[in-house]
T-cell receptor, first 113, second 115 residues
Framework: DTEVTQTPKHLVMGMTNKKSLKCEQH?????MYWYKQKAKKPPELMFV???????INESVPSRFSPECPNSSLLNLHLHALQPEDSALYLC????????????FGSGTRLTVV | GNSVTQMEGPVTLSEEAFLTINCTYT??????LFWYVQYPGEGLQLLLK?????DKGSNKGFEATYRKETTSFHLEKGSVQVSDSAVYFC??????????????FGQGTILTVHP
């Protein structure tokens, strides 16, 4: 298995809703990442997990809450989002070394209404 | 800090034309360099990589050579196809401290190939 699987592919949520994005990989990668990507822009790093521990939080607002239940799963819990949070949310994984690229999922297209 | 600069797009070519997308970087030490491609509505896919000076990465007819003396990693393809239409991102990875191979992306270059 050489894929990162993200669900759902599309999500529409209201500003008072709570929802979660899910990400799964079975490549034995020990680093997992959440990125946010706006249209025609590069991905922006949000969080990094290494060996299931949060190692980097790029000053992300607390309405985004990551969770890593085990080495294969990564969640992003969403609460009280704003319309400007609408974006493509990408999960990625890697071996965590400098020489290895990331494997990205196909993303969740989030719309906040 | 680390940074990547890509040529401004969009780039529009006819099928079978030669493609070059310029990429230069600024980094301390010796980063690894990558090209990612993003097709419409999809995530990013690793296209090719090079991990040390003078390495050439290649895949699907695309090539890029790690040039330390010019701090560049330009993407080339001899004959583009309509199916190559996508956004191309140059990126570097430098592991230091808690970087965990953290990627720094360029701004992306939109490529459109017409029949």
């Amino acid at each position: 298995d050489t894929e990162v699987t993200q669900t759902p592919k599309h999500l529409v949520m209201g500003m008072t809703n709570k929802k979660s994005l899910k990400c799964e990989q079975h490549m034995g990668h020990r680093a997992m990442y959440w990125y946010k990507q706006k249209a025609k822009k590069p991905p922006e790093l949000m969080f990094v997990y290494s060996y299931e521990k949060l190692s980097i939080n790029e000053s992300v607002p607390s309405r985004f809450s990551p969770e890593c239940p085990n080495s294969s799963l990564l969640n992003l819990h969403l609460h009280a989002l704003q319309p400007e949070d609408s974006a493509l949310y990408l999960c990625a994984s890697s071996l965590g070394s400098r020489d290895e690229g990331y494997t990205f999922g196909s993303g969740t297209r989030l719309t906040v209404v | 800090g680390n940074s990547v600069t890509q040529m401004e797009g969009p780039v529009t070519l006819s099928e079978e034309a030669f493609l070059t997308i310029n990429c230069t970087y600024t980094a301390t030490g010796y980063p690894s360099l990558f090209w990612y491609v993003q097709y419409p509505g999809e995530g990013l896919q690793l296209l090719l990589k090079a991990t040390k000076a003078d390495d050439k990465g290649s895949n699907k007819g695309f090539e890029a050579t790690y040039r330390k003396e010019t701090t560049s990693f330009h993407l080339e393809k001899g004959s583009v196809q309509v199916s190559d239409s996508a956004v191309y991102f140059c990126a570097l990875s430098y592991a230091g401290g808690t970087s965990y191979g953290k990627l720094t992306f360029g701004q992306g270059t939109i490529l459109t190939v017409h029949p």
